[in-house]
């Protein structure tokens, strides 16, 4: 891997741990056992923050995967949305949070709010990492933030450029096209 791809850090790996470790124990606070907990991880860039976030929730939670395909192989939306892998499980009458890397035009999170509220979870809620609100093409409400950061395409802690770079510990700004 080529180090000089990637600008400054733009968050370590410390800053992360801290504010996934925050996010989690709101969530455990807001959900208090008993009853269901399930969280639903939009991959691919949202496992590693799912991996984190749920050892950070001191309390029982399910997981599930899904995969919605919004960029292709580029660095800007197409804004078509499409349904990759769908769950294994039903949501009726559960406690649901999707799990997302990042929510930046906002379409793939509306797309699947939209989906998920069909099948009558008890309760939809939002985690996201990272927010760029000045991208937002249509509103949606997110509960749970990481970090909110200015239009800089960025890799690492599960985001990628063309599927690489993905292992990247911390949060950095690509350069040079990631070539
Ligand atoms: P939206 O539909 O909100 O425009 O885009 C959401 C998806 O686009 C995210 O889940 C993510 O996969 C991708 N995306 C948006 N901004 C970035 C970015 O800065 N870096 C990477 N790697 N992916 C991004």
Known sequence: MDESTFETVLLSTEQIQQRVGEIG??????????????????????????????????????????????????????????????LDTGLE??????????????????????VLRARSPRSL???????KPSRRLVEVTVDYIGFTIEDRFVVGYGLDYAEKYRNIPYISVLQNNGQ
């Open 93 to 114: 009458g559960r406690n649901v949070i999707i799990v997302e890397d990042i929510v930046d035009t906002g379409l793939t999170l509306a797309y699947l709010q939209q």
């Open 25 to 86: 124990r709101e969530i455990a606070r807001a959900y208090p056992e008993p009853g269901d907990l399930h969280l639903i991880c939009v991959l691919k860039g949202a496992f590693m923050f799912l991996g984190d976030l749920i050892r950070a929730i001191d309390r029982t939670v399910t997981i599930d995967f899904m995969a919605v395909s919004s960029y292709a192989k580029g660095t800007t939306s197409s804004g078509e949305v499409r349904l990759i892998k769908d």
């Open 125 to 131: 809620r939002t985690a996201c990492l990272l927010n």
